[in-house]
């Protein structure tokens, strides 16, 4: 759920679509300004953090990728817990990929939270000439169950940013909530904090 | 599911998760399955749908304990200890990245059919209504000696060598009577019987010790701390570590058959026809029933109410220990609350639980001197079930079986299994020797 404190809000944004849609590629983009024309199916790291300036706020990104769960239909409910956005990401080129999107979407409508700010992706548009879903046809079903909808690519960064953006303004500011609970974290020196808690 | 693993983890217990979580970590190829199409096993948290369908079949909640979705009710329920082994095992693993915690607000212990605080410090020693005005003063120095006692300062130890002195010799020493003893042993250093009193002080003052650093930590009431939306986050979590690090994830896989060859060694786990090979299987008892024995059973009570547990200071969480001799048991008695302020219920609805290693088979009887203490209650469950330990050899089978979780209400024991385990499978230790002094507690 996103969080607020001095302007500064932070959210949680979960990634989720069909192996190879572009998932990774597109979190990389965004964080690192990179591309790799042969990505690895992800293991390693699965979580990034990234800030953006929207208006008059700074909103933190904490942006879990799926790690490979979801491939056998297991994907634990702490994925979607709390998010306060999801980014659903299909492949321009498959239309199976964009299949397993719709279906996606159903599961976080079941499952998700409310209030979340969910965008859908079809990326790779770089590969024009290999389109198999057109772009009116995924606006309509976005229309339809209250997503926005672009076409990005990872590999030109076209409209990468542009989402995170979006989402980003798109963040309810105010929204009653239990207050947060803390995150352990190992941080060294700084012993006179040791005992502080903050609830 | 062709492919050769190096391990195969059955069950997505807490234990088994932490398992595949660090084996992953260290480079092996792990399949971890469960039968259920859910997290957790016999660690996870339910719904009140899922409450009612395992102990209520026939049944449906009444609308007006609220959304089902808004329940996460414990099967296992325990606490963490702020600076206890779960917590350096998070830390080293980097998975509280994935967990939000909050304190456990207060710490409490039955004495003489009364509820009190657990005095943890000198300063506390000498406030609390347990003891009378000459005892308070001895227990004030007992406790000096333990906070300033320190492995390496031979001067801090008074002369005395815990590895070679019992318990009892040092608690007589500074004279303490028995009804000191009794909430010190089972609320402080949290002994679940008194056969710590004939074995060497270390462990005693050390449990002590880590009692107060824990409480001293967040400087709530206890020493606990639990996550938001319950414990069955902890398996989850771990399970995401295991696959961010290459870990292959099957839920709802039926049957899950152990497949061992001519000389009894496990080389494969079979499901809907298929096998998958292995070099080890990591498994929870219920996996491999012929290969463990059983060793007790736990009675327990689970409870909704719309009140926190009477005289514990208006605690949204606490625990209340209810030490044997209290109630001319063998074994201590627990009470465990939480509620919404954890996210494990709607708005002011409070789950307890009263548990202890049975004694009887009559759950109902048996628990009575603590569901007494909770007040009126807005539903009760009675459970009880049996605690297995493994019998096998796992040098010959190639087989790595869990323990059934105890009746303790927090995580020492079960960490202390999983390094255990840890150290079987891998022939290494796992070096926890995280600077938790340093570790610390962030806003999210
Ligand atoms: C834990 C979980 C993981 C999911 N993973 C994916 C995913 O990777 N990609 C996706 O597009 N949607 C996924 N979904 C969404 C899911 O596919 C749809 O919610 C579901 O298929 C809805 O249709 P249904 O109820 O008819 O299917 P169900 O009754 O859920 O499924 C029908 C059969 O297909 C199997 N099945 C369905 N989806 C998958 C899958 N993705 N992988 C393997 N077997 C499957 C089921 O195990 C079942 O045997 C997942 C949902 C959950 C809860
Ligand atoms: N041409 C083109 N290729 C892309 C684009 N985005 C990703 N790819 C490629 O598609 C492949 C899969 O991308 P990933 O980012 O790994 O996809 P993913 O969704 O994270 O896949 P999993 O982690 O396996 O679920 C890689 O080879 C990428 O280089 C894009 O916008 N255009
Ligand atoms: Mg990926």
Redesign the pocket.
């Known amino acids: 759920m996103a969080t607020i404190g001095n302007n500064n809000l932070n959210a949680k944004l979960v990634l989720l679509g069909?192996m190879g849609a572009g998932k990774s590629s597109l979190v990389l983009r965004f964080v690192k300004g990179q591309f790799l024309e042969f990505q690895e199916s992800t293991i390693g790291a699965a979580f990034f953090s990234q800030t953006l300036a929207v208006n008059d706020a700074t909103v933190k990104f904490e942006i879990w990728d799926t790690a490979g769960q979801?491939?056998?239909?297991?994907?634990a409910p702490m994925y979607y817990r709390g998010a306060a956005a999801a980014i659903i990401v299909y492949d321009i080129t498959s239309t199976e990929s964009f299949?397993?999107?719709k279906?996606?979407v159903?599961?976080l409508q079941k499952?998700g939270n409310p209030n979340m700010v969910m965008a859908f992706a079809g990326n790779k548009a770089d590969l024009e000439e290999k389109r198999k879903v057109t772009a009116e046809e995924a606006r309509l079903y976005a229309e339809e169950n209250g997503l926005f909808f672009m076409e990005t690519s990872a590999k030109t960064a076209s409209n990468v940013n542009d989402i995170f953006y979006e989402i980003a303004r798109r963040l309810p500011r105010a929204q009653p909530q239990n207050p947060a609970g803390m995150v352990l974290v190992d941080r060294p020196a700084d012993r006179s904090q040791s005992a502080a808690c903050c609830s | 599911m062709d492919e050769e693993y190096d391990v195969i983890v059955l069950g997505t217990g807490l234990k088994e998760c932490i398992l595949s979580g660090l084996l992953s970590v260290d480079g092996l190829k792990v399949l971890h399955m469960d039968r259920n199409d859910y997290y957790g096993g016999e660690s996870s948290s339910l719904s009140l749908v899922q409450l009612w369908k395992r102990f209520r079949a026939n049944d449906k909640p009444s609308e007006q304990l609220g959304s089902s979705k808004e329940y996460n009710v414990d099967m296992i329920p325990k606490f963490m200890m702020a600076n206890g082994a779960l917590v350096r095992v998070l830390i080293h693993t980097d998975v509280t990245k994935y967990l939000n915690f909050k304190a456990v607000d207060g710490s409490f212990v039955y004495n003489k059919g009364k509820i009190h605080k657990v005095p943890a410090t000198d300063v506390e020693a000498l406030k609390s209504p347990l003891m009378g005005l000459f005892e308070k003063r001895r227990a004030r120095k007992f406790f000096i000696y333990v906070q300033d006692y320190e492995d390496n300062d031979p001067k801090s130890h008074e002369g005395l060598d815990l590895t070679k002195v019992t318990a009892r010799d040092i608690i007589s020493k500074y004279g303490l009577d028995d009804n000191t003893v009794d909430f010190i042993g089972h609320a402080l250093a949290l002994h679940i019987d008194d056969n710590y009193l004939d074995e060497p002080a270390l462990d005693f003052v050390k449990r002590m010790k880590l009692y107060a650093e824990s409480l001293a930590r967040f400087q709530g009431g206890s020493p606990y701390i639990y996550p938001l939306y319950g414990l069955g986050e902890l398996p989850q979590a771990f399970a995401r570590l295991s696959a961010v690090y290459g870990g292959t994830y099957m839920?709802?896989k039926p049957e899950c058959k152990v497949e061992f060859d001519g000389n009894g060694k496990a080389y494969g786990v079979t499901s809907e026809g298929e096998t998958a090979k292995c070099k080890k299987v990591v498994c929870d008892p219920s996996y491999l029933p012929d290969k463990v024995k059983k060793v007790g059973k736990v009675a327990r009570a689970i409870c909704i109410m719309s009140h926190p547990i009477p005289e514990t200071s208006d605690s949204h969480s606490v625990q209340v220990i209810l030490p044997q001799k209290q109630l001319g048991r063998k074994s201590d008695m627990y009470l465990f609350c939480c509620s919404y302020t954890h996210n494990v219920a709607p708005n002011g609805k409070y789950i307890a639980f009263v548990s202890t290693e049975a004694e009887t088979d009559q759950p109902e009887v048996e628990l009575k001197p603590g569901i007494e203490l909770l007040g009126p209650v807005d539903e009760i469950f009675f459970d009880i079930y049996d605690r297995y330990q493994p019998v096998n050899k796992h040098d010959e089978d190639h087989c790595f079986i869990s323990q059934s979780y105890d009746a303790t209400t927090h995580f020492e024991s079960t960490v202390h299994d999983v390094l255990a385990m840890y150290t079987k499978i891998t022939g290494k230790e796992l070096d926890l020797s995280v600077d938790l002094s340093a570790a610390s507690a962030a806003a999210e």
């Open positions: 069909d979801e491939r056998y239909h297991s994907l299949t397993r999107a279906k996606w159903q599961e499952q | 839920l709802n």
